[in-house]
Nanobody, 124 residues
Framework: QVRLVESGGGLVEAGGSLRLSCAAS????????MGWFRQAPGKERDLVAG????????YYPDSVKGRFTISRDNSKNMVALQMISLKPEDTAVYYC?????????????????WGQGTQVYVSS
């Protein structure tokens, strides 16, 4: 199972930007679909971005489309989430997740492996 460590969370004003990073170890990184989930207090954990192992396919729900961008660098075993035009409703703990996909072609991810989470707080 791959080990994941997030970084980059913090406090930002509405309209601002943040970049989250996730470092992976313990597996062949390109054989894992990667994703970012978030969970606000009292709410379910929701997927906000997914990317295939080869980095060619991405997914975003409508709530973040056009504002969030997921990317990966397979040479560095890193996945990032660039967030712009942040809103107070983006406030949550953000989790990096991975699912094994040897084809490298799907973004579908449920979370076989999880990071510890990083807090993002967007003030109004």
């Amino acid at each position: 199972q791959v080990r994941l460590v997030e970084s980059g969370g913090g406090l930002v004003e509405a309209g601002g930007s943040l970049r989250l990073s996730c470092a992976a170890s313990g597996g062949t990184f390109s054989r894992y679909a990667m994703g970012w989930f978030r969970q606000a207090p009292g709410k379910e954990r929701d997927l906000v971005a997914g990317i295939s192992g080869r980095g060619t396919v991405t997914y975003y729900p409508d709530s973040v489309k056009g504002r969030f961008t997921i990317s990966r660098d397979n040479s560095k075993n890193m996945v990032a989430l660039q967030m712009i035009s942040l809103k107070p409703e983006d406030t949550a703990v953000y989790y990096c997740a991975a699912d094994f996909d040897p084809t490298g072609t799907t973004w579908h991810i449920k979370g076989g492996s999880w990071g510890q989470g990083t807090q993002v707080y967007v003030s109004s």
